[in-house]
């Protein structure tokens, strides 16, 4: 495959604005404008997408959901909808292949097109028609917003396309590229983490264009060879990675370098688990399940141990991840200290269940969820229970199981004999509340009922 002409802006970057909250919002018209997270929505939860109205409270992806609650106790906390994001990440990702057939789909929100096989005489106020024209079909056909950035590459495109969003389109030519990336943070680019971006900072590298020039030979000895190497390229606007048709992702994975060097096995399996959290949003995020779970330990001295073990079959559930995380961190030595921790799954293939992101949510029993948006006719006997909310600082076990949840996951969708489609609100010790509304309905009224009421049912996803 070859890469993209860098004397034309013919890569496009194209990501979908707060995706999973932005479809919650879309079919359902009372939490339009108002804070949603989806993610888990229990103790043990974490944050897979917020939208805009949430993120003004400083909530974000990967966020524990306890910590998101303190941030906004009135934002609806959603478990996600797979099989509805699925099908508009198929609506959306065929509009991109009528532009090329140069697509490469990064995850369920997110895709790279190459127009150079179908827009030879593509220019700055030609790839600016094409983007927009496929702006308005994708809010056409799926009723959402995409941000769009097009540059010479992969790592203009996609930085352009988050520099205005939500619902934005950022076009940069060749010429004005290193004008772009200069004044932007080194924490910007790929690769420059917390630690990286750290280290460069010590040495007065703040901006792209500090990192562009500095020294190499200086720059290979603080992070590496490889590293160093194309860290200084990106910076200099060099990026040759063609896009991809049929990308298969290998392998997903989480990791963290520690400031001091840790031998306390407690704290490594904490923050193991909270790596696993943050693996289990991403394999959601992709829809893809994994059957190998693998550790990785560097050591004091900088001597690297990976340990992987293979499941009986693909999962993407935290839990089963963890299990098998633990237990390998368990037969390694860490006496003589940790510096690095990764966790990583691998064996990857397409989920099949219809609601992977209820997976990341482990709730106790008693746990329920807040009504959003209650209406002022709603008393407090005819709410859905909030409980499972522990004070600030309280510790939360890991290890026994939580005892079974509630039939109905808020955010689901519903049907009642009587008062038609809805979705659930919330549930909780026994009774289930339900507002009445879709795509294409006012705000709609809300009703509780025993959470067995035979009458009610789990319904696919409404049509848009």
């Not at 790929?190 to 703040?206: H, K, N, S, Y």
Request: net charge negative; aromatic share 4%; with cysteine.
């Amino acid at each position: 495959m070859a890469a993209p002409d860098a004397t034309r802006p013919s890569v496009l970057h194209l990501d979908l604005d707060a995706f999973f909250a932005a479809v919650e919002q879309r079919d359902k018209p009372s939490l339009r404008g108002k804070p949603v997270v989806v993610g888990g929505t229990g103790w043990r939860g974490v944050v897979a997408t917020a939208s805009y109205e949430a993120r003004a409270y400083g909530i974000g992806s990967a966020m524990p959901t306890m910590e998101a609650r303190r941030r906004c106790h009135n934002a609806a906390f959603l478990a996600g909808r797979f099989a509805a994001y699925r099908t508009v990440s198929q609506q959306v990702m065929a509009l991109a292949h009528e532009l090329s057939p140069l697509v490469e789909q990064v995850s369920l929100d997110e895709a790279y097109v190459d127009l150079t096989p179908t827009h030879p005489g593509l220019d700055v106020a030609e790839v600016s028609r094409v983007a927009e024209e496929f702006r308005a079909r994708v809010r056409a056909v799926t009723g959402l917003t995409v941000s769009v950035g097009a540059g010479p590459s992969k790592l203009v495109a996609k930085i352009a396309s988050d520099l205005r969003k939500p619902d934005a389109l950022v076009v940069v030519p060749p010429a004005e590229q290193h004008a772009l990336l200069g004044p932007l943070p080194v924490r910007r680019l790929p690769g420059v983490g917390a630690v990286t971006g750290e280290r460069l900072t010590r040495v007065g590298i703040r901006t792209v264009a500090d990192l562009a020039a500095a020294d190499e030979a200086e720059l290979v000895r603080m992070v590496g060879r490889a590293h160093g190497t194309g860290l200084l390229a990106y910076a200099r606007a060099v990026d040759p990675r063609p896009v991809v048709p049929e990308r298969d992702a290998k392998s997903v994975s989480a990791e963290e370098t520690f400031a001091v060097d840790l031998t306390d096995r407690r704290e490594l399996a904490e923050r193991a688990r909270r790596m696993v959290d943050r693996v289990a949003v991403r394999l959601a995020a992709g829809g893809v399940s994994g059957r190998t779970v693998t550790v990785k330990l560097r050591r004091y001295d900088f001597t690297t141990l990976n340990r992987s073990r293979t499941l009986a079959q693909p999962t993407a559930a935290p839990r089963e991840i963890a299990a098998a995380a633990l237990a390998l961190l368990e037969g390694i030595d860490v006496a003589d200290g940790v510096r690095l921790l990764g966790v990583g799954v691998s064996g990857l293939t397409e989920y099949t269940q219809q609601d992977l992101l209820a997976e990341l949510d482990e709730p106790a029993a008693g746990d329920a969820d807040p009504a959003p948006g209650a209406e002022p006719e709603q008393t407090a006997g005819q709410q859905a229970e909030v409980g499972g909310v522990l004070p600030l600082g309280s510790a939360v076990p890991y290890g026994p199981p939580a005892p079974p949840r509630s039939a109905w996951s808020p955010g689901q969708d519903v049907a009642h004999d009587e008062h038609g489609p809805g979705w659930v609100q919330g549930s909780g010790v026994g009774r289930v509340t339900v507002r009445f509304e879709g795509p294409h309905t006012p705000a709609g009224r809300i009703h509780t009922f025993a959470d067995d009421d035979p009458a009610l049912h789990p319904a696919p996803p409404p049509r848009w």
